[in-house]
């Protein structure tokens, strides 16, 4: 089944690998977040699928692993993507999501989340996407 949404989030560029661009694609204005490195090669392979007017990138990855935010040895990148979805879409308000992720896990735990969100929100980069239709 083939469906079409207005936001796709890549939790991993990795994913583009697995055909979740192949399954999935974006009507058109739609947004694509990744979570890459800038450089990544995957993301020429995630660009050439993607059939997006816009797409964002960001180095949830990264944020996580510099906070702590590591289960059983993986980076947990949720809550950094919450961060570069409120920039990429303006959606939801960066103040918004930085509190209501403090009152859900409270403490530190909720302040260390709630940096990711405002790192995430502040890297986050737009990446300028070339069609070349060829003769």
């Known amino acids: 089944m083939f469906e079409k949404g207005d936001v796709i989030v890549l939790l991993d560029a990795r994913l583009a690998e697995l055909g979740v661009l192949d ?20 993301l020429a392979k995630v660009l050439s699928k993607a059939r997006a007017s816009r797409v964002f990138i960001v180095n949830a990855t990264r944020i996580a692993r510099e906070l702590g935010l590591v289960v059983a040895g993986w980076p947990v990148v949720n809550t950094a993507i919450l961060g570069a979805f409120s920039r990429a879409t303006g959606l939801v308000s960066l103040d918004s999501v930085k509190r209501v992720v403090v009152e859900y896990f409270g403490g530190r735990l909720g302040m260390l989340n709630a940096e990711a969100v405002e790192r995430s929100y502040r890297e986050t980069r737009e990446v300028v996407v070339l069609s070349v239709t060829l003769p």
């Open 23 to 42: 399954r999935y694609s974006l009507r058109r204005g739609g947004v694509l977040i990744v979570n890459a490195e800038r450089g990544d090669p995957r």
